[in-house]
């Protein structure tokens, strides 16, 4: 009878435990609406050379040897340790198997002493469960998950919508954080079932307390339709890889993107806020005069002239009309110099030779949200070189990439000021700025103010916590029915909503604001009040009083040139149809006055 062969795995398996010969990769969550690297995901790589290289091979292998718990209890703690080392900022996401975490009880304070000895507070780790195995223990599921949380670990459940009954596990877990699997987020621009299945999620998320995650967040586009669903922290290969040494903070290319869109009316309405004295708001403010050459310029001088001054780094081109048609960039031209034979053969050539015929160029009236877009989807290795300004088409000066992120950021934090700080709308004072500005330059719009009926019994039977979950539910309703190139939201303050209207088919707009509401709300509400359409509270006198469910209501005023002298006598007037449709029944509504309205003048 003939031994069985010895498993090469199994023998791969002792040395990689005995030596710990495995590495800890970290890959960044980031914030999407604040524009920072919420935290870190680490994730475990085998030796380079081994067959056990690859997680699934190496996971796989340790639970077949019935190692799993032993490998994963040392990854996490060599996980905490290097995180701790490399000073990273943020949460620490921990991946562990159910066998691990049915387990918890017995470590969970062992790894907190660990914790406090590296100078880690338990809140800043995150456990996250992947669903690669099943769970058939579920009250010794719950008892982990509480000896976790009792010493303030927080709790996520990986891969949403993959394994081994997910929706189910997530009822059941009440975890931190959902993440949503990566087959769900690539390529959900081009596929309308996907978006639903997420904007289903974050529904859900909303009622529950937790935050969603997007994993797997590959390409550009998909970023886009993500924010516009409410999601505001995702992961993938669209901002960084995996890395054994990674970047404690966003690269300058997404810090700068995501700045900007962050509060993307905010940016978009500058104009509508008192903007302090030599506020930078285009362009013409960033440009300088600086050094110049024409195709003439021949290689050698060039190469000359970024010798002789380290701190040039780039030299606009132009025409006999001043007009731009390259830049050289210091980093190429002195690259190509070193190259044999260069100088040789492009000695007296020109310049053209080793110039980009195709840099940033923005004519000085460009706001900065356009050059804040344009700078994002740059080259990162092109951003130290700037941006040419023209007016008219001819050269007017050069600006520097540094300024015009710190431009975007002065903004921003101005704006900030007059945001409201729950759904980070403009508020009343950049409202009546932009009110004002469109009356006197006699545009044509609609005025709308909204607010959320039945909301103060709603906040007395839910708590504030979900109260404030609902206004920026109405907030996300009215921004995503919105285009923030002709239409400006703003929030008053409370369930209080001002919309400024200028797209031809505001009434369709108006009209989807209602159906979103009306969908989303019902996550808020347990199955007993939706089923009799409201609750019962007392009043002051102690008497049992109904209320229904909330629901959004809009009362509406066409402007024409000429219509009002200013913001507040067109404020004055929306009273009345905001008057009109609270006596209406029904689930969401809108009501618009279409009387044409008598101008109202300032009084002297």
Known sequence: MRDHAPDPLAHALDRLIEQRSFDIHFQPLIAIDRAEVYGFEALTR???????????????????????????????????????????????????????????????GLLAEELNELGLPTSRV????????????????????????????????????????????????????????RHFIDGIAQEPLKQQFVRSIVEMALSSGCEVVAEGLEQEPDLDVLRRLGLSICQGYLFARPSATPRASLSA??????????????LQNDLALPLAQGAITSAAQLARR????????????????????????????????????????????????????????????????????????????????????????????LLMDGFIVTRDGAYFGSGRSSDLLKAVSDLQVHAARYANPLTLLPGNVPIDNHLDRLIEAGESFAAVVWDIDNFKPFNDVYGYRVGDDIIRLAARALTQAA???????????????????????????LTRICEAFDAGVRSFFSAEHLAAGGYVTLNRQNQPSFHP?????????????????????????????????????GGSRYFVDRRTPQRTLRAA
């Open 46 to 108: 085998g030796p380079a050379d081994g067959p056990l290289h690859s997680p699934l091979v190496l996971f796989e292998a340790a639970a077949r040897l019935g190692r799993l718990v032993e490998l994963e209890h040392l990854v996490v703690r060599r996980a905490i340790q290097r995180f701790k080392g490399l000073g990273l900022p943020g949460q620490l996401f921990l991946n562990v198997t159910a066998d691990t975490l049915l387990s918890a009880r017995e470590h969970a």
């Open 126 to 181: 995150v456990i996250e469960l992947t669903e690669t195995r099943p769970i058939e223990d579920l009250a010794r599921l719950d008892d982990a998950l509480q000896a976790l949380r009792e010493r303030g670990f927080r709790v996520a459940l990986d891969d949403l919508g993959e394994g081994f009954a997910s929706l189910r596990r997530w009822m059941q877990m009440r975890p931190d954080f959902v993440k949503i699997d």
């Open 253 to 266: 290319q997404w810090s700068g993107r995501l700045a900007a869109d962050a509060q993307p009316r905010l």
């Open 290 to 381: 600086g050094l110049t050459v024409t195709a003439a310029a021949n290689c050698r001088s060039v190469v000359d002239l970024f010798h002789s001054d380290e701190q040039l780094l780039a030299i606009p081109v132009l025409d006999a009309q001043q007009r731009p048609i390259g830049v050289l960039r210091s980093l190429h031209v002195l690259k190509r110099s070193t190259e044999r034979y260069f100088m040789d053969i492009f000695d007296k050539r020109s310049c053209v030779e080793v110039m980009d015929p195709h840099p940033l160029v923005f004519d000085v009236a460009t706001p900065l949200r356009a050059m804040s877009d344009a700078l994002a989807n740059l080259d990162e290795r």
């Open 483 to 509: 285009d923030p190139q002709l239409d400006f939201v703003g929030h008053v303050g409370g369930d209080d909503f001002v919309m400024v209207l200028g797209s031809a088919d505001w009434e369709a707009r």
């Open 549 to 585: 469910l909330p629901t959004f209501s809009a009362g509406a005023v066409l402007h024409l040139p000429g219509s009002f002298d200013s913001a507040r006598a067109l404020s004055a007037a929306l009273a009345e149809p905001k008057r009109v449709v609270k006596g209406r029944a």
